[in-house]
């Protein structure tokens, strides 16, 4: 810390009280002054720049060996711009402390000072010199020494507070401490140092660049300490009991209006619950969903952040700087909804996700079968120039020829899947909510169906069919399915939110949601964007004549592929689900006539007629 | 209530204190002899068979009316049955006090009594005649007559207690009610009066015959303790939270070791958390699924109770003796497992219900193209001569000629399906359990489709496809697939509860269960007895070489189905899973690595590879 002024503003003074008050060490500039300037100086001649130079440098290699230990406090006029930076060369992270004061107050106390080698006639050469600086600490020397130190104390306690926590240091984490630091925000991070973690926070550390402001703790409470209030906490560990574990622990360490933030999968009944029990205690809860994987969190993920709309506030400077920009320059993150709604939406992502995947999983079977890995690649490249064009399906074409050993990587992986609940969850949540996610629920099946590959595989044994290939699948159908499918996919996915935001009041726009999906995430792609005017029309897919249009034509598209996979014996679970589901609902009879008369023969369910209105129930007695 | 035996034995003592304790009056018989026998008694005659009917029948006039009051305590020898018989004739409900002792012992007492009309030489002929009733109290004389007293009470509280009783008389409740009651079990039944069910247990109470023991309450506590002990009380209403507010009334009344039973289709995680909660109040908790709907209720349903096997063994005597009965003679009840196992199974019954119950649904789709109402219900008859005989395919075709004013009531029925929650909870337990029971997830999803009507409609205008029948599809072949997807279905459903039985150690017959759900159940089917020893090889249907056999010989069949319903616009969700399922299990290499290696790219999940051993986990760097 270098305490700074004009001669005669209490430098020595303050530094000394302070020194004794924080336990740094207290060194005088001007003992480090070389012979010829101390004459000059006792001989009432001014030290010109050229003077200081020599002097300086000295002084900047001694500050860097301070510092090489616990540091230290120095007093030293400091006057121009040129001088301190050469004191900070090498030593970025130095406390400017600059004691102001009026000239005339200043006059008055040199002149009552005895036996100093300075005379008060300097004081206006000195005020000439000086350049204030824009930052530091400036303190007012007008009040008394005592008040003076405690102001310096207060301001340095608040200095060196980070503005904003990260609690799990694992892939997400690190990447997004990374991001938040990168943008010049002061940051705590945290990581238990159990087992296997020890070395988490210092290995972090480590990834650090100079100029991130990062401090890193492996004790709750230290970390708690070091955030300036309100506090804003982003945790980013394993969803489930652990969040709990870790929101207990914090809870008598933090102030009312403190900000918890959960950024991992957590479900959204659980978020809700935690809303409410930390409001219960004056703390605010962010349930914020994040996607774009290890990447999207260091370069800019899509950010999903519910709560009340005043803490949001708070901290949204820090998440929307982090966040992916939309292609008009839009951060791709916005307040979602009140409760659970940010990780409802992620959850949903997440299985539209699913689908997605498992879509472009039965194209490469479908062609697999006829085309090389090159050739596939190519194909899905081309497509990815077009209006099919997705994250998903450019880095499937980069998996297609990625080599290992002289190996496509791809032809080396074991086909069993696995998940990680969020598909499941979306499943259960449309069951709930009354409506059909046929397309992530197969898909969360058909990763189920991959795992039992010892059973599949004696089967396949037992059953031996042989198979002749029925005939050529066009690309151009296969193509044109998947663009079917993935409509159909998208419609049952913002399907199922529209259901959630009106069941729960979320009032959630499905458009901004469109809009921060755009990119960041994993399921950003051309279709995406287009969804945020479709969403400006109607909240349901299917009310856009385009999109009507599209399904229209390309419904002979999926025919064909699922007709192939018929003969074929390639299962195609999710082409199948979105041919059901499009068939269906287009379809103004269903039979489910049949299943009403069943349910009122054999339980007196009762049903309606189709010739009388709808609250008027029937029973028939059967038999 | 008549206190009978010889003369001398106490009956008008006895009946004058006990008439004082329980405030009934008290008659004499001797009261009510005509003059003629009372003075053949004074003379010392004993009176024959031929005195004694007139007098009798004067009796049993009075005891007519003093019933249709409070009822009345009345001493009289009634020393023979057929005397007892004319008492009896119009007063089924007496209660029989005999007073049973030594002839020493009365004669001693007869020759202290004075100024009495009976001579106590005519005991010896009072004996001759004397038949012991094999029925009602038997009290011993030789005791003082405040404990004959007692003991009579005693007897008189035990007699009048039920052996079970029922809470709630809706459809289920009530005529599981009457199913026990005809059984010869005595029978207490609750419904609370609230508004609108006022008139629930007087109503029930006219549906029940004369020889059926039942009292009904709408006061909780009465019908409590109305109950013998330990009290084994069966709750019929509707699942979730009503169950625990019955529980929470019913706590403090029950004693320890008292049984609750709930019958209705609760969640197997609700009913394992009660059973704790009423363990710690040591109180036993039984969930038992109970299927058959209305009529099975009545007539015989299956029964699946679960719970610690000690109090199964209590009520197991009223549970077997309601249920079913299969083709061996065996009840369609047994102790099933441990905690939930037992609305675990129901609620799976349930599922596998939904599926075949839409299966049916497309088939009646895929032949009214073509046929007629009656010709599909014999088609369905036919199949149902065979081994696709079941309880559903029965019904439908009941269902399908089934008229109302001329019309037949199917086409009247408005094809928007209803559903109860246990199609969802079974989809949502495969999906925790990590198995696949996409066919009767998707029998739910498609009444959610059903029930979207008027988007159906609109969407359906948009479409306006133009279909042309484009073949024929052969019954043959709609019959085989529908042999195939039935099979895939309980494969599926028994899968999930395997994998239930194994994840909570939960120890489950398989083959048990199929027996139980041979009859009496709406799953009760010729596959269903199959399926008894099909289990009793495996646990997996798939291992069983017939069941492989004869899908592998249908395959075609299903094929031709779904490409005829490909063709025609015809939605067949079911039969399109059957076939997915069926195409996947026995493909060795699914497009899974594809599922792995994007996981891998966006999240490094990592992945497993086929020339290294699972447990090896592998990363790439993808870009």
């Known amino acids: 810390m270098v305490i700074m002024g004009v001669s005669g503003c209490g430098k020595t003074t303050t530094g000394k009280k302070l020194s004794k008050k924080i336990g740094l060490p207290f060194f005088d500039a001007d003992d480090f002054h070389p012979k010829e300037n101390v004459e000059k100086m006792k001989s009432g001649i001014p030290l010109n720049s050229e003077d200081r130079f020599p002097w300086l440098k000295i002084l900047a290699k001694n500050i860097e060996n301070w510092n090489e230990n616990d540091g230290a406090i120095i007093a030293c006029s400091a006057l121009k711009e040129e001088y301190r930076e050469i004191l900070a060369s090498k030593n970025k992270d130095i406390i400017w402390v600059y004691l102001s004061g009026d000239q005339n107050l200043i006059r008055a106390r040199i002149e009552q000072r005895r036996g100093h080698f300075m005379n008060s006639n300097l004081l206006v050469s000195q005020f000439n010199d000086l350049e204030i600086p824009e930052y530091g600490i400036h303190i007012d020397i007008s009040q008394s020494p005592d008040k003076i130190i405690n102001e310096i104390i207060l301001n340095l306690a608040h200095m060196n507070k980070s503005f904003f926590g990260v609690i799990g240091l694992g892939v997400m984490g690190r990447n997004l401490s990374l991001n938040i630091a990168e943008k010049g925000y002061a940051l705590s991070v945290y990581n238990r140092a159990t087992i296997g973690e020890e070395n988490m926070v210092k290995d972090f550390l480590g990834e650090t660049v100079n100029d991130m402001k990062i401090m890193g703790f492996t004790v709750l409470r230290e970390f708690v300490n070091s955030l300036e209030r309100p506090r804003k906490i982003l945790i980013m560990i394993k969803a489930g009991n652990a969040i709990d574990h870790v929101i207990e622990s914090l809870i008598p360490m933090l102030s009312e209006g403190d900000i918890i933030i959960d950024g991992g999968n957590s479900h959204y009944h659980d978020t809700k619950k935690r809303a409410d029990y930390l409001e219960g205690k004056g703390l605010n809860f962010i349930g914020a969903g994040i996607s774009g994987g290890e ?122 899947a696995g998940n990680k609940g969020t598909g499941s969850w979306s499943t259960k949540a449309a069951l709930d909510l009354g409506t059909v996610n046929t397309m992530m629920s197969s898909a969360v099946f058909a990763r189920y ?42 419609q049952q996915g913002f399907e199922v939110i529209r259901r959630a935001s009106k069941s729960y009041n979320w009032n959630l726009s499905l458009s901004d949601l469109s809009r921060i999906w755009t990119n960041g995430c994993i399921i950003r792609s051309e279709l995406m964007i287009k969804c945020i005017s479709y969403f400006k029309v109607s909240d349901d897919l299917f009310e856009h004549p385009e999109i009507v249009e599209v399904l ?59 010739d009388a209105p709808e609250n008027q129930s029937f029973h028939t007695n059967w038999y």
Chains 1, 2 share one sequence.
């Open 295 to 416: 990447e999207g969190a260091r370069k800019g993920p899509s950010i999903m952040p519910s709560g009340t709309k005043i803490s949001y506030q708070i901290i949204a400077p820090v998440l929307e700087s982090i966040a992916a920009i939309d292609k008009n320059g839009t951060k791709c993150c916005t307040y979602i909804g009140p409760e659970g709604s940010g990780h409802f939406v992620k959850m949903i992502h997440n299985g539209i996700e699913y689908a997605e995947m498992q879509l472009l999983a039965e194209i490469y079977t479908l062609l697999s079968d006829s085309k090389s890995n090159k050739e596939i690649k190519d194909i899905f490249l081309e497509w990815n120039s077009g209006d099919l064009a997705s994250y998903l399906l450019e880095i499937t074409a980069d998996i297609m020829t990625k080599k290992e050993g002289g190996q496509y990587v791809l032809d080396l992986i074991l086909d069993k």
């Open 449 to 490: 169906v991959s795992s039992f590959k010892e059973k599949r595989i004696n089967l396949s044994r037992k059953v031996a069919t042989e198979i002749h290939n029925n005939g050529i699948l066009s690309i151009e159908d296969i193509r044109d399915a998947y663009k079917f499918a993935r409509i159909v996919n998208h």
């Open 552 to 610: 229209k034509n390309n419904e002979h598209a999926v025919k064909s592929v699922l007709i192939h996979g018929l003969l074929n014996r390639i299962p195609l679970p999710l082409f199948t689900e979105a041919n059901t589901y499009w068939i269906s609902m287009t379809t103004k009879r269903l039979s489910a006539n049949m299943i009403q008369a069943q349910r009122d023969y054999f339980g007196a369910h009762t049903y309606q007629r189709i």
